[in-house]
C-alpha cells in the first residue's frame, strides 16, 4: 500500500523528541509499504520542503510552533497546520490509506477530508485524549468550543477503519465514546532497548557539564510543560536542599525551564540543574550515569492515562522509575518492582521516599533489573512495531 501518515511532531533519533513515528514507519516499510509522512518543519526555507529520511518520504511544513507559545498562538499554529496539511494530503496521488497520530486532534482532520472526498480509508492514533486533556488542564473552557471538539472527537472515533490507544486509560476513554470494541486496539509506548541501556558512566560528559560523580543523581528528561508537574518536583527537590547527596537534573523543553531558573536564584537552593535539550544520544548517555528517573503528571484524572515515552525509555535503561499518577503507570511500576508510587499532592511524601531509595543500592539494583526485563520482553519497539504493522495490515479497506 501506499501509506500517508500524518504526525505534526514526526522526529528522528537525531533530533530531540519522541520518535513513535519514525519506528513505525520502518516496519512498515519492511513490510513492503510506501510511506509518506507530513510533519511539521519551523525551520524550513521554504512553505513545502520534502526529503527522504532512511527511506521514509517525508513532507515538512513551515509552521511556527514552540511550547512556550500562549494558548491562543498554539491554537493559532494547530490550525494552520491542519490547513495546510490537508492541502498537501488532497495532493498526493495513489494514497491507498491514512495513519493519522495525535496530538493535537485537529491531525484528523486532513484524514477525514480524504475519507469522505476520496474514499481513502485512515488509522487514528490516540497519544492523548483530545479535548479532554485541554479541557481538565483549563485551555479549553468555552462551552460551545468544548461540544464542538467533543462532537469532532466522537466523528473521528467514528469514521476511522481502526483506533489504535497508548494507553488502557485512552482505550477506555476510546470506548466511552461510543467506538466498536472491535475496532480498537491498545499499543503503548514503545522502550528503545539499543539507544537506552545500561553501561559504563561516560565520565567525560559528566565533567563537560560540571556534574559530580560523587551524588545520587535523580534525572527528569522530556517535556517542561505545563501537565509535567515541574512545580512538585522543585518543591520536593526544595525539601532536601539541605541534603549535599541528592542532585535534581533536567533535560528538555517548555515553560518548566523558566521556574528551574526561577528556583535556582533563591539563596542556597543548589540542588537542582537545567542541562539544556538533547538528541536521543546524548541524552541516553545522561541518563546512564543518573541513579532515579521522574515520570511526573498535575495529579488531574486525564493524565493518569498517559503514555509517556520517557518512562519506556526509563525501563530500557534500567533505572527505577518515580511516578506520581495513580493510573495505569502506578500499576506497572508496582506490580513489576521497578519503582515507586508517590503522592501528588505530597512533595514530602516525595522527599522521603526518595531519601530511602538513595539509601539502598541494593534495592535500586534490583528494581533496575527489573525496568531492564520488562523493557526487553514487553514493550520493545521491534516487538511493538509489528504489532502496529499487523493492525495496518488486517484492516479493511
Known amino acids: 500500500m501506499n501509506i500517508l501518515y500524518l504526525h505534526q511532531y514526526f522526529t528522528t533519533p537525531d533530533q530531540p523528541g519522541g520518535t513513535r513515528s519514525y519506528w513505525n514507519s520502518l516496519e512498515l516499510l519492511k513490510h513492503g509499504h510506501k510511506v509518506t509522512v507530513i510533519s ?11 526529503k527522504t529520511v532512511d527511506g521514509i518520504d517525508v513532507i515538512y511544513v513551515r509552521v511556527p510552533y514552540s511550547q512556550t507559545m500562549s494558548i491562543a498562538s498554539r491554537l493559532k ?3 494552520h497546520f491542519m490547513v495546510f496539511s490537508t492541502y498537501l494530503a488532497m495532493k498526493e496521488k495513489n494514497i491507498d490509506f491514512v495513519i493519522a497520530t495525535s496530538t493535537p486532534l485537529t491531525i484528523g482532520f486532513p484524514a477525514l477530508v480524504l475519507k469522505k472526498i476520496k474514499k ?18 483549563g ?19 467514528k469514521n476511522a477503519s481502526h483506533v489504535i490507544a497508548l494507553s488502557p486509560g485512552m482505550e477506555d476513554g476510546v470506548l466511552q465514546e461510543n467506538t466498536p470494541k472491535q475496532k480498537v486496539s491498545m499499543i503503548p509506548n514503545m522502550a528503545k532497548i539499543d539507544a537506552f541501556w545500561s553501561r559504563e558512566p561516560d565520565y567525560a560528559l559528566m565533567k563537560d557539564l560540571n556534574i559530580s560523580q560523587d551524588t545520587f543523581k535523580v534525572i527528569y528528561f522530556g517535556a517542561l510543560g505545563k501537565a509535567n508537574a515541574i512545580e512538585y518536583i522543585l518543591e520536593s527537590a526544595a525539601l532536601l536542599k539541605e541534603n549535599k547527596t541528592i542532585e535534581f537534573l533536567f533535560i528538555g523543553s517548555g515553560p ?31 541518563v546512564n550515569f543518573c541513579d532515579v528517573s521522574l515520570v511526573t503528571f498535575k495529579n488531574l484524572p486525564i493524565l493518569a492515562t498517559n503514555s509517556p515515552n520517557k518512562l519506556f525509555d526509563s525501563l530500557s535503561a534500567e533505572k527505577p522509575i518515580i511516578v506520581n499518577s495513580a493510573g495505569w503507570t502506578k500499576d506497572l511500576v508496582e506490580n513489576n518492582k521497578c519503582g515507586i508510587f508517590v503522592n501528588p499532592e505530597s512533595p ?3 522527599a522521603d521516599k526518595l531519601t530511602l531509595l538513595s539509601q539502598n543500592q541494593e534495592n535500586l539494583k534490583v528494581m533496575g533489573k527489573n525496568s531492564r526485563k520488562l523493557a526487553e520482553t514487553v514493550y520493545d519497539k521491534t516487538l511493538l512495531c509489528k504489532q502496529f504493522a499487523e493492525v495496518v495490515n488486517k484492516v479493511k479497506i
Not at 511539521?40 to 520534502?50: D, P
Not at 473552557?141 to 466523528?155: G, H, Q, S
Open 256 to 286: 518548566g525551564t523558566a521556574l528551574i531558573e526561577a528556583y535556582n536564584t533563591k539563596e542556597g537552593y543548589n540542588n537542582v540543574r537545567y542541562l539544556g535539550f538533547f538528541n536521543m544520544e546524548k541524552t541516553s548517555e545522561v
Open 77 to 79: 499554529s494547530f490550525l
Open 348 to 350: 514530602q511524601d516525595f
Open 120 to 137: 481513502i480509508p485512515y488509522l487514528f492514533e490516540v497519544r492523548d485524549l483530545w479535548p479532554e486533556v485541554p479541557i481538565q488542564m
Open 139 to 157: 485551555g479549553l473552557n468555552n462551552k460551545t468550543a468544548i461540544k464542538f471538539a467533543k462532537w469532532f472527537e466522537r466523528t473521528i472515533y
Open 40 to 50: 511539521l518543519g519551523k525551520n524550513n526555507i521554504k512553505k513545502f520542503e520534502r
